[in-house]
């Protein structure tokens, strides 16, 4: 495992990490969630994000149960808060800040978390308000070092011209072959200004794992055929999209990896990126996604993969 530094922060995180959206406390059964966490320390990953939505609670629970006794500098953890966890608590004013992140340290069994980042950007609270109450955060040690996710990069902007506040160290955005959009603006204000990504998504959803077939039904066990995991997964389950997909395979062989291998290889390309969030729910997808850490791939591989994509999304789009 590879590992690089996140953002003008101290930390190093390893460049695949282990997230738990839609599947620990939620989605997977504890047994095989715990199993999984354990492969990914297994392989060397360091980084385990959360947020306290997931599952209302339920995935920093499991996870505050399973890295009890793991020595708290041994791995760096991440959580988030802005969506709605009551039919009253959500966003980011300065009261919720400080009641989510205190309820969090909670559920994950610990007195500190390494990153605490706004879940997407709260237009009711004022910017002021929100960077205000996550400086006390940093100030207090509940959290060393803040971050974001889905930010448009003139709140970004905004955000680092304000003087008196804590500095983001990072940025969580979707992004993977299929889904490039934050290279337009969101990768160059943050690369200019000491701000790494930790990309969601980069297997998109499961789909770049090649195993869904554009002519038949999704495979039973998979996250596309179930109802708590597969909602989010139309705009890339189009026949068009997973005929590409199938397309990718022999440029994945040609380099060596397989499918998911070379998706995360390609996230990986960009010097930005600090680290390729997985979601998993069996240990041999976690100890195949680790092993695509430090890879070296040609860049016309790379260059024809990303045509044979954009003319698929191409046609979709025209549909």
């Known amino acids: 495992m590879k590992y690089r530094k996140l953002g003008d922060s101290d930390l190093e995180v390893s460049e695949i990490s282990l997230g738990s959206w839609l599947t620990y406390g939620v989605g997977v059964e504890a047994d095989k969630a715990r199993a999984c966490l354990e492969e990914a320390f297994d392989q060397g990953i360091n980084f385990i994000d959360t947020a306290n939505v997931y599952g209302r609670g339920?995935?920093?629970?499991?996870?505050?149960?399973?890295?009890?006794?793991?020595?708290?500098?041994?791995?760096?953890?991440?959580?988030?808060?802005?969506?709605?966890m009551s039919d009253t608590d959500r966003g980011l004013s300065r009261a919720q800040i400080e009641k989510q992140i205190d309820a969090s340290l909670q559920r994950l069994r610990t007195d500190h978390v390494d990153l605490y980042q706004c879940?997407?950007?709260?237009?009711?609270?004022?910017?002021?308000?929100?960077m205000e109450a996550l400086t006390r955060a940093v100030d207090s040690g509940k959290t060393r070092y803040i971050g974001f996710s889905e930010w448009p990069a003139e709140r970004i902007q905004a955000a680092l011209d304000m003087a008196g506040v804590t500095k983001f160290v990072s940025s969580q955005p979707q992004y993977s072959i299929l889904w490039r959009q934050p290279e337009d603006e969101v990768i160059p204000v943050c690369a200019a200004n000491g701000i790494s990504q930790i990309v969601w998504s980069p297997l998109g959803q499961g789909v770049l794992s090649g195993k869904y077939d554009p002519d038949a039904p999704p495979p039973r066990?998979?996250?596309?055929a179930s109802e708590e995991m597969g909602g989010f997964m139309n705009r890339l389950m189009q026949p068009a999209v997973l005929r590409a997909v199938q397309q990718l395979k022999p440029i994945a062989e040609?380099?060596?990896?397989?499918?998911?291998?070379?998706?995360?290889?390609?996230?990986?390309?960009?010097?930005?990126?600090?680290?390729?969030?997985?979601?998993?729910?069996?240990?041999?997808?976690?100890?195949?996604?680790?092993a695509a850490s430090g890879t070296i791939v040609d860049t016309q591989l790379f260059l024809r993969a990303e045509q044979i994509i954009d003319d698929a999304l191409t046609r979709v789009a025209a549909v």
């Not at 339920?58 to 709605?84: C, H, I, M, N, W």
């Not at 879940?119 to 929100?130: F, I, M, S």
């Not at 990896?257 to 976690?286: D, H, M």
């Open 221 to 224: 066990d998979s996250r596309a």
């Open 119 to 130: 879940h997407r950007y709260d237009w009711d609270t004022p910017l002021e308000e929100t």
């Open 58 to 84: 339920a995935a920093e629970t499991f996870l505050g149960q399973a890295l009890e006794g793991r020595p708290r500098d041994s791995y760096v953890l991440a959580t988030k808060v802005y969506f709605p």
């Open 254 to 290: 040609e380099s060596g990896l397989t499918l998911p291998q070379f998706a995360l290889a390609w996230v990986l390309r960009e010097p930005n990126v600090a680290s390729a969030i997985i979601g998993a729910s069996r240990r041999e997808q976690v100890r195949e996604n680790a």
